[in-house]
């Protein structure tokens, strides 16, 4: 069975500042990772996934990832947080061919001026 | 990318009345859909899958009788709240993708009042 597991329901950052948001895993089979972005009543959009190759994921906004087999992670990360990217965050992993999504509890991130 | 489109956003409705969510694939044809429910300030839980043509599998504690999910074309799956309750209330997501091969694209999600 996946599951996982978002540390920090709440992440407060300065404008301009790093953003880093946790998610670890675990899965008995390889794998396939997602970043998903809540903005408040509205649907999801996904920001980036790995499924296979290159460990390092490029997103849409400025945002990347990185899949770490031994750490079981795949925080996201953005270099420099903007105002617009005030949103709720969710990780989600699923089996390759699988169909069931598991979710993380989500991170709301909050981005001062 | 390609779009999801719910309908309605936002629907109220009363105590005992039925009321139907809709889940279109715009530019794609969907051969699996996904209905979530997610409280306030909660994650998204998967409440059931459906593919084209067949039954809907439900996640275990899914009511099948008081959520009916049809999927009857390969654009369209449709949640129906039966005799809705207060506790029905909640926020309700669709996602629907190509094959299992490909990510799945999500709604916008239906907000539920019953009143």
Known sequence: AQSVTQLGSHVSVSEGALVLLRCNYSSSVPPYLFWYVQYPNQGLQLLLKYTTGATLVKGINGFEAEFKKSETSFHLTKPSAHMSDAAEYFCAVRREYGNKLVFGAGTILRVKS | ?115
């Not at chain 2, 936002?10 to 694939?25: L, N």
């Not at chain 2, 009857?72 to 949640?79: F, G, M, Q, R, Y």
């Open chain 2, 1 to 115: 990318g390609a779009v999801v489109s719910q309908h309605p956003s936002r629907v109220i409705c009363k105590s005992g009345t039925s009321v139907k969510i809709e889940c279109r694939s715009l530019d794609f044809q969907a051969t699996t859909m996904f209905w979530y429910r997610q409280f306030p300030k909660q994650s998204l839980m998967l409440m059931a899958t459906s593919n084209e043509g067949s039954k809907a599998t439900y996640e275990q504690g899914v009511e099948k009788d008081k959520f009916l999910i049809n999927h009857a074309s390969l654009t369209l799956s449709t949640l129906t709240v039966t005799s809705a309750h207060p506790e029905d209330s909640s926020f309700y997501i669709c996602s629907a993708r190509v094959d299992r091969d490909t990510e799945a694209f999500f709604g916008q999600g239906t907000r539920l009042t019953v009143v």
